[in-house]
């Protein structure tokens, strides 16, 4: 046969692309092949050893081009960079002579070489995703170009379940997001930068510790009231893992999987939605190095501000009937007279630093050849909490962290058809803090007024409050905890091409085995305390008396140990291949997982799942997904359950009819989806198909005066025999819009119903005899909103580019059945109907004035067993007495006394309904800048916790610090109804505690997330140093926050502000190539 016959066999058999010059190859020559199979690498190179031509396979193309000994002299070459439109380097780009089979691709650091025949060559440069661009060579030898990214990604790669497709034939409800956004926050955990910044996504930061600041998150909201399994899956690589152990630095894609469609091949496990995310793989080239390095300063948010000692004295003296304190005392604590016996602290300022620190630091080194690739990514994060220590002691009490990172991806091609990879990653983290939790430190701030007694006397000794706590002892006296703590987690698999079979078909067999570890330990005293000090003696020394006799050495008080492993295995096999205008795909694979963690019996799943996929003509699109798993929770015959999904889908923009219009619509695509998957996480009970049996109380026996016991059994929890998975169907439909090749929109409805909940019955009487009442799969939820997501991105010359990106989530759940009693459905005390997280309260009517009491003959109130007689036409209030400027509640259910039956839902839900993000990006020349802002809407909390009943007495009651918006208050002089506090008492008043529309806020706020301005020096300066890029940045996070609510940070989990606060930071960071 002869060489062109040859190269279209090759192309045909294997579906390898050839490359090469016909100036070189002469296609007309005949060849004689051996018989027998033979590699395609190996065929080639003894047929064109002779010619002296040398064949060079990568990826899927196969290179053919003269030998060193015959190149031809006359031949030009050029070389140059390869970037995208923000200075980065695009590896694997195609490179080709325009009009000839000869090319390269460049390198991890988007360089390239290739010898061209002649000044009049054209270069042309291809990647997916991005707009081809043609460059003739002329009189240049160094040719840089910058690609414009395509925004409809037709040709996208995006990661879906078990495998990866093209972003055209995606008909399920996924998003990706750029891995460069993870960064864009200060703080340890990704779950933190992904609030508005993910479409479906609703999320909220409740805590800003470190090492417990991550994110509560959920995918399209929560659809459960059990609260068991509402988090979604994460999945690394493939296998099950969390979140927050990853560094920014190590991910190359995140796809959140949001439908059925998407997360059906899941099974049990994908109820609530999926994370995929891909660590970075090594590329072709020579090594490239990225060096990223922040320092970070933090500061609170916003803390509770408090009054000092004159202005609580004289609010004392106000309430009380006697004015126990004189006014010369008072101006001894606002003088400072003496500290000792006349204090004035500010606690939360005194046991908090006014600005703390972080750092991270990241090193990633990748590159590889066509045997080989590697990418490793090692990281180091360092945070310092903001309580002070006493650094008198020789222990150390400051909260902190320091996290260590680092992961290795290694490829090898075994053979052209064959690929290993061997993943290892993991991570070290240390931990430092008090022997108390912060939320009991900042509670112990809160309810120590401020001239009780100092932190510690002027003589060392420390002062406390019978029944009270010392806020600085807790925080800085007790000793210290430390936690150590580890994982590693390793991934094998080995693909296999079977191409020679038929094209496109790939088998691939995955092992996985990670572990993690955990330890500390706590060394403590119990200082000696003082009561607190009300005079001196003749010589001036402090009368002090013992409080608690105590310790001045550390006792090792607790030491944990704690760990888990998890191994997994997963065989598939998969098919992609085009056929004229036919394109089909295929998966099948099966998996199971083994997960302990110290108890009896290993947590075990196991399953199959599958795909089928079909595009005609790249229009119209046609999935179908299932996975069939099993789950250890439930009995046999019950154990297996079967998850199926179908989607479709059509590409408008593609049909002919619209050719005329693809400058402005440059995609137009409709889906829609309906599927099954399910949860087997029940309400923290395992094995609940089988009834327990308690020991306990019993019998006596004996009749010789003796009495033996013997302990009795009953039954515990009831057993559910048919006990089964909870079941979610979603529907989903979706519209993808492209416009003028610069804005994509795309946007989502979605409707979720879940049933068969696990819960406890409660409409069983105890007279059926059971001791505990039974679970059943009973409970219904609904849940439906949409989610939508915007992005421009403009090069509007060669130095200007401007982009815009925004999202929305709105999510809203509807509890269809719970099983209420039948004394609760029906009124208004009734969860059934309401979301989820639905607040319930009394309904406030204002305060009470004058004209709500009766009064006698003479104008004085009436009075009748210490209580104030109200008029006949305002229902009884049951919480205790009530006096004007006290809160009048609604009798709601009309019973004519105001009690907990008249709560009902009021305001919303606790948990955020909506979530959103909106920014830009600027860049001019070198210098580029860019904006984020986040917000969510429609979640309220209750704050009534800032209330304080002032209570006299030795222990002072339930006395506390008083916020500095006291004055907005009802008094008799400002007998009000538009204030914040309701009467203050000297003495406890019940019905001004309670939860109700008075105390309700709402917490909608928005938040500048992020905002940042970077410098990138010019290429042709940092070249000579011979570095590939180099950029400068200052930015900051969580700078400003928008909010009806000013006293603390609308978004931390609490109703007093007793909570470690959310931090803002400045900081300053490098990132460097080479």
Known sequence: MTVSELLNAVKKQTGYLVLFSSEDVDLSKVVTLDKGKKDVEVLLSRVFESMGISVELEGNHIILSKSEKTQDSKSIRINGTVLDQQGSPLPGVNVVVKGLQQGTTTDADGNYFLDVPSRSSILVFSYIGFESQEVRVGNMININVNLAEISTGLNEVVVVGYGSQKRASIVGSITTIEPSVLKQGTTRAISNNLAGQVAGILAVQRSGEPGADGSNFWIRGISSFTGAGISPLVLVDGIERTLDDLNPAEIESFSVLKDASASAVYGVRGANGVILIKTKRGQLGKPNVNVHYEQSFTQPTKLP????????????????????????????????????????????????????????????????????????????????????????????????????????????????????????????????????????????????????????????????????VNPWVQVAEKGYSTYSSSKIESMFALEQDL??????????????????????????????????????????????????????????????????????????????????KHHVEGLFLYNQRDYQDGSIVPFRRMGIAGRASYTFDGRYIGEFNFGYNGSEN????????????????????????????????????????????????????????????????????????????????????????????????????GLELGLWNALDFQIDYFFEHRYDIFMQRNTIPSSAGFRSTPWANFGKVDNQGIDLSLVYNKQINKDWYAGFRGTFTYAVNKIIEQDEAPGVMGTNRQRTGHSVSQLFGLVDEGLFTEADFKKDANGEFLVEDGRMVLNDDIPAHAFGPVRPGDIRYKDVNGDGVVNTMDEAAIGGTYDPQIVYGFGGNLRYKNVDFNVFFQGNGRTFRFVGGCYNNFTPGETMGAMGNILTNYNDRWTPENPSQDVFYPRLTYGKSENNVRNSTWWLRNMSMVRMKDVEVGYSFPKEWVQRIGLSNFRLYAKGSNLLTFSGWKLWDPEIDTGTGTKYPIMKSFSVGLDINF
């Open 499 to 580: 191409k020679f079979l038929t094209p496109g078909l790939k088998v691939k067999g995955i092992f996985s085995f990670d572990r993690y570890s955990r330890s500390g330990i706590v060394r403590s005293r119990t200082p000696t305390l003082y009561n607190p000090a009300t005079a001196r003696d003749d010589d001036g020394n402090l009368i002090l008396t013992v409080a608690n006799d105590g310790q001045d050495f550390l006792d090792t008080s607790s030491k944990t140990e704690w760990g888990n492993k998890a191994t997994y295995l997963e065989g598939n096999i998969s098919y992609d291949r085009t056929f004229g």
């Open 634 to 733: 439930f009995a046999k015959g019950y154990r297996f359950g079967f998850f199926p999904s179908i989607a479709v889908g059509y590409l408008l923009s593609e049909e002919k009819f619209m050719e005329p219009y693809k400058k402005t619509f440059s995609k137009i695509k409709v889906r829609g989806s309906f599927g099954l998957v399910g949860n087997d996480q029940l309400s923290g009970r395992r094995f609940a198909f089988q009834t327990t049996i308690n020991q306990g109380d019993g019998y006596c026996w004996g009749a010789d005066g003796n009495n033996y016991g013997r302990a009795g059994r009953w039954e515990g929890d009831f057993g559910i025999p048919n006990l089964t998975w909870e079941t979610v169907s979603k529907t989903n439909v």
């Open 305 to 468: 501000k408090y009054i000092g000692s004159g202005e609580y004295l004289t609010l004392l003296n106000e309430l009380s009937d006697n004015s126990p304190y004189s006014q010369e005392t008072i101006d001894n604590y606002i003088k400072g007279t003496d500290p000792d016996l006349y204090p004035n602290i500010d606690w939360m300022d005194l046991i908090t630093k006014d600005y703390s620190t972080n750092q991270r630091a990241d090193i990633t080194i990748n590159g590889g050849s066509n045997i080989l690739r590697y990418a490793l990514v090692g990281s180091y994060y360092g945070e310092r909490g903001i309580f002070e220590r006493d650094k008198s002691n020789s222990w150390d009490s400051s909260t902190r962290l320091n996290k260590f990172n680092l992961r290795s991806n290694v490829d090898i091609n075994i053979t052209p058809t064959t690929v290993a990879t061997i993943s290892v990653g993991g991570y070290l983290q240390e931990t430092n803090g008090m022997t108390v939790s912060s939320d009991d430190a900042f509670s112990a701030a809160f309810e120590t007024p401020p001239f009780v007694h100092p932190a510690v006397y002027s003589t060392g000794e420390y002062p406390v409050v019978r029944q009270r």
